[in-house]
């Protein structure tokens, strides 16, 4: 090897060893830039997950406000309190709330129960079950405009691909679930292409799908409905009388007579005395006004046997209380008669008034002062339909019985079958009033209030079959409750008759 050969080689290992360094070099800076973009990646990804997690708790929370917050609360007990602490607090609460619930149904229900139910049905059943039901029912609307988008490739394919967030059905969503005594109101908004009158018709399927009796729809907005499902129904048969004869004098509280059954499947009690006794009972022709009448009087029997209430029968039709006439201290037909009998019980109250003012203020029951009971059939046939001067006149003196018979022992129960301003112009002036199935949704407002039927109280879906079937709102009950009163069969009201007139105790058999 000469030297020039050697100096060639010398020079190329000089030249490679260069190139290797260099290599070296670069590959090590492309390492360290590698691996400062992958710890970027995944700090930004990381930033990124972190971001679309709070954005969907801050949806979450905005959407679903109480079952979020409910579940952050419990995460965060669980955290800082460990979860035993939760375990025992909830089976502190929960043996709190069961207590309540055998204490008293109706506030637990009214306060809590529907709460929980309502949040239970929603997540646990219609949520998840109810877009099956539509869509089994057909009240889904398919996409089949869905847009198609068509890709031309390279080498000239076609590929096609449907939008797959808009792709298949469209159904209803559910907005707002509402679970009453006996009904569920699940609200629903529409999807475009449907309309209310589709959920009317496949109100029966619905039912059907719900394995339930009974399935209503509402139409709430152009785009909202409210399909309600009746869960249960403990007022379908009718419910029996009190055994009057039966009871003793000392078990009649006048403050609480047994007037019929709840939709809870608990008793139904009426105030005859004191607070809240004035009451307006509405009601289309057969809804069962009379039984609302019959019932307490017969639950209060010995009370009118013994003298401590005295019964006023005002029957504009001659023919409903005529059949148990003898229970009646006073009783008229005609207006004439009507106004002569509220004259005297007027006369009556300014006497009792002027012997006790001062003295108490709240008269009590004795056979001297006995509660003057008054029971006034088809009240818009005397304020409505007589000649103007009589009708003033009644209106006067149910109006001053109204106002000032509390204290003084004296109450008035009206029944009407048009609710309306101008039929019964006292209307105001009962505290308590009764809305039994009436003809028109307006009704139910004119006799319980304003909203009572969106609260539920659906008088005018009462069906004929359930005649003595209604709502009562107001005087301490939260929410529209349904109520039944119970049935005094004819032979009952002769054995009532009989009974407080000492004709011979009859009795009925429940
Ligand atoms: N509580 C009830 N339970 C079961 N059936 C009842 C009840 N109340 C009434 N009915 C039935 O309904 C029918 C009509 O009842 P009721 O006479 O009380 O109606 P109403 O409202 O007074 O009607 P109208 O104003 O026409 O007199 C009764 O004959 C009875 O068959």
């Known amino acids: 090897m000469n030297a020039h050969t050697l100096g060639i080689l010398l020079l190329g290992s000089t030249g490679l060893a260069v190139v290797v360094w260099v290599l070296h070099k670069l590959g090590k800076a492309l390492a360290s830039v590698a691996e400062a973009l992958a710890a970027a990646a995944v ?87 109810l877009p ?166 017969a639950s209060i029997a010995p009370a009118i046997r013994d003298g401590l209430v005295r019964v006023t029968g005002i029957d504009p039709k001659g023919m409903e209380l005529a059949y148990g006439r003898g229970i009646f201290h006073r009783y008229a037909v005609t207006p004439k008669d009507a106004l002569e009998v509220l004259d005297e019980l007027v006369a009556a109250m300014d006497a009792r008034k002027a012997e006790f003012a001062g003295r108490v203020r709240t008269v009590p029951v004795s056979v001297e002062n006995p509660l003057e009971l008054v029971e006034f059939d088809e009240i818009g046939a005397l304020t409505k339909y007589t000649d103007r001067k009589t009708r003033e006149q009644i209106i006067e003196k149910v109006a001053l019985l109204t106002t000032q018979g509390r204290a003084l022992g004296f109450t008035v129960r009206g029944y009407v079958q048009e609710p309306t301003k101008d039929t019964v112009p006292v209307r105001e002036l009962f505290p308590r009033r009764i809305c039994l199935r009436v003809t028109s949704k307006s009704h139910v407002g004119m006799v319980l209030g304003d909203q009572a039927y969106e609260r539920g109280a659906w008088a005018n879906r009462i069906g004929e079959s359930e005649a003595g079937t209604g709502y009562v709102w107001g005087e301490g009950i939260r929410e529209p409750m349904r109520v039944r009163a119970g049935w005094v069969p004819d032979e009952a009201v002769k054995a009532l008759e009989a009974f407080v007139t000492g004709g011979g105790v009859l009795g009925v058999a429940a």
Not at 96 to 111: K, M, N
Not at 158 to 187: C, F, H, M, N, Y
């Open 132 to 297: 099956e039901w539509l869509h089994a029912c057909g009240l889904s609307v398919k996409d089949d405009t869905v847009p198609v988008d068509l890709t031309v490739t390279l080498v000239g394919r076609k590929k096609i691909t449907r939008d797959q967030q808009r792709a298949g059905v469209r159904l209803p969503k559910v907005r707002r679930v509402r679970s009453g005594a006996s009904w569920d109101e699940v609200r629903v908004e529409l999807v475009p292409g449907q309309k209310p009158e589709d959920f009317d018709e496949a109100a029966r399927e619905l039912a059907v799908a719900r394995k339930v009796a009974r399935c209503q729809v509402r139409e709430l907005a152009p785009n909202v409905v409210s399909i309600d499902f009746q869960r249960r129904d403990l007022l379908a048969a009718p419910v029996p009388c009190p055994r009057f004869a039966e009871l003793d004098a000392s078990s009649v509280d006048l403050r609480r007579a047994w007037a019929g059954r709840t939709e809870y499947g608990q008793d139904w009690h009426l105030p005859l005395y004191g607070s809240g006794s004035h009451t307006l009972t509405a009601g289309a022709s057969g809804a069962g006004k009379n039984s609302v009448m019959w019932c307490p009087l």
């Open 43 to 129: 700090v930004f990804l990381a930033l990124w997950w972190v971001l679309k997690a709070v954005a969907w708790i801050f949806k979450e929370i905005l959407t679903h406000p109480r079952t979020t917050l409910a579940v952050l609360a419990v995460a965060a007990w669980c955290f800082w309190l460990g979860w035993l602490s939760l375990v025992v607090s909830g089976c502190v609460v929960a043996a709190g709330l069961l207590t309540w619930r055998r204490l008293h149904l109706v506030s637990f229900d009214q306060w809590a129960g529907r709460a929980l139910r309502s949040w239970w049905f929603r997540w646990a059943l219609y949520m998840p079950k």
